[in-house]
């Protein structure tokens, strides 16, 4: 190991002799599902300064600096995270052999201790920026009519899902009701991948021996299988991304039986600009069409770039409109209350996603998770329960198969509602359906009960209605003689009525 005379002097005693710290790195944490987790450090030391970039699994930090000191080098790396700036901080400390780092804490994380091995020259760097194609517009695939229903395993399970879970949630929804209320899609979310064979196959990791298999399995129960990649060189959890193998990955999707793809940006932000997903995301849309199979593809890049506008024209069958949503009133009700204005853009074949429910999670109440279902029912939203459907209580279960609820969300004219007057937290919404008749919701935001009303010459066809049906207590309900509806509205409650004017 070659021996800077500066630093020798500095040791005197020799033990940085042995610390240039120049040449490629790695470090290998091995995940329950047998995948491996990669920190690449690629250093390089010159005196006292040591630069180099850091590529750790999600996040890239192309431009990381220090200075040696015997106690230890502390690197400052900068990278990205979403489209904002991300900054951590690594010492490190050699022992000839082996670099001793620790990542420092940052937020609510704690420090982490990672152990580096010598790498050969090049290995983990980042790959090169492929160009993206040209724009044109992808045809449709014909698929989502009505917006997609099913289940998505990220909510509940995170990197726990596999082969077994996906079984169980498949027979669930199968036996409790699910099915025959219309949910269809089983799809699996991240963290089923592994890395690929030389070919550059994609491949399954451990918690899913056999996709092919899985496919079969949950195709004999009248249901329909999803899977989840992203165009990135790595997925959100720092699995393997379908980055410059997109059409081999959707070749092998068909080939598996998969039927859904949610397509998650996360990784691509190590390679691309924001003014590239239009054209990432287009790429993907064409392998799905060019694979043969029908795929519902679903985007998901948090509402950015206004893909709203172009989500159709890539081939998106529906794309999510914000970040994720996570199981509190706070969360729902910020991304529920705020899709008013993307209604133009939703009808059969692509709708806006604000994102999977949360419904039977346990951090909400059971009149919250019902305002979940009419609201999201409310905005023509993607179904995709996000409980453990093997295990809820029947409360739960019957929100989720209320069928009056769903017919408002999947009414085939697929027009989005519309806030309609929103005073002091009270909240009115309407939409129209197929058959002429409305749907009107009445939503408390407020931390008592209240009273939330509308004139009837503000709503539907603004005259007084022939009849009003309540869809959570499914009952017609008799008007009084006035010009108003009122409705006595629990807090973060919501009625949901249909109106036939
Ligand atoms: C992102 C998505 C989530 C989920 C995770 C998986 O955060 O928005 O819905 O897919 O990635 O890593």
């Not at 290998?28 to 750790?56: M, N, W």
Request: net charge neutral; with cysteine.
């Amino acid at each position: 190991m070659g021996c800077n005379t500066f630093l020798c002097v500095l040791a005197i005693a020799g033990p940085l002799c042995a610390a240039n710290l120049t040449g490629n790195w790695v470090s290998i944490e091995v995940r329950p599902d047998g995948t491996e987790s990669r920190t690449y450090f690629d250093l390089k030391q010159d005196g006292t300064r040591v630069t180099g970039k850091i590529h750790a699994q999600l996040f890239y930090y192309p431009d990381a600096a220090g200075t040696y000191d015997p106690a230890g080098v502390t690197l400052d790396a900068t990278g990205r995270e979403g489209s904002g700036v991300r900054k951590v901080r690594y010492t490190i400390k050699s022992d000839g052999d082996q670099l001793h780092i620790t990542l420092a804490a940052r937020g609510n994380h704690p420090p982490v201790e990672l152990i580096a091995k010598r790498a050969p020259a090049g290995e983990g760097a980042m790959p090169a920026r492929i160009a993206p194609p040209p724009l044109h517009k992808v045809k449709w695939n014909g698929l989502a009519k009505t917006p997609p229903m099913g289940w998505n395993s990220w909510n509940k399970f995170q990197g726990r899902v596999d082969d077994p879970t996906i079984r169980a949630i498949a027979d669930a929804m199968v036996s409790n009701g699910m099915k025959a209320a219309g949910y269809l899609y089983v799809n699996i979310d991240d963290t089923w991948e592994a890395g690929r064979d030389g070919a550059g196959n994609i491949q399954t990791n451990r918690k899913f021996p056999d996709m092919k298999a899985l496919a079969d399995y949950v195709h004999s129960k009248g249901l329909k299988l999803g899977i989840y990649s992203s165009p990135g060189p790595n997925t959100c959890a720092g699995y393997e991304g379908s980055y410059g193998h997109e059409s081999q990955d959707a070749k092998t999707y068909a080939a598996w039986g998969i039927d859904y793809l949610k397509y998650d940006w996360c990784g691509a932000w190590n390679i691309y600009e924001q003014r590239d997903m239009q054209a990432v995301y287009q790429k993907m849309g064409d392998a799905l069409l060019a694979s043969g199979r029908p795929i519902v593809y679903s985007l998901c890049q948090y509402g950015l770039d206004e893909v709203w506008k172009w989500g159709p024209e890539v081939g998106g069958n529906s794309w999510r409109t914000t970040g994720d949503i996570s199981d509190r009133w706070a969360s729902l009700s910020k991304i529920g209350f705020n899709q008013s204005q993307l209604a133009p853009y939703a009808g059969p074949g692509h709708w806006n996603d604000p994102d999977m429910l949360e419904i039977g999670n346990g951090g909400m109440t059971d009149v919250e998770y019902r305002t979940h279902m009419s609201l999201w029912a409310m905005l023509a939203a993607p179904l995709l329960a996000g409980n453990d459907l093997r295990d809820m209580k029947p409360a739960i279960l019957e929100m989720l198969t209320n069928r009056e609820v769903i017919a408002i969300d999947q009414d085939k004219l697929g027009k989005q509602a519309t806030r309609l007057s929103a005073p002091d937290d009270k909240e009115v919404w309407q939409r129209p359906l197929a058959d002429g008749t409305w749907a009107i919701a009445l939503f408390n935001r407020g931390a008592a009960q209240a009273a939330v009303s509308f004139a009837w010459s503000e709503v539907a066809r603004h005259k007084k209605p022939k009849s009003v049906r309540d869809l959570w207590t499914h009952s017609d309900l008799k008007l009084d003689a006035g010009t108003e509806f009122q409705a006595s509205v629990p807090s973060h409650g919501s009625v949901l009525l249909k109106v036939r004017p």
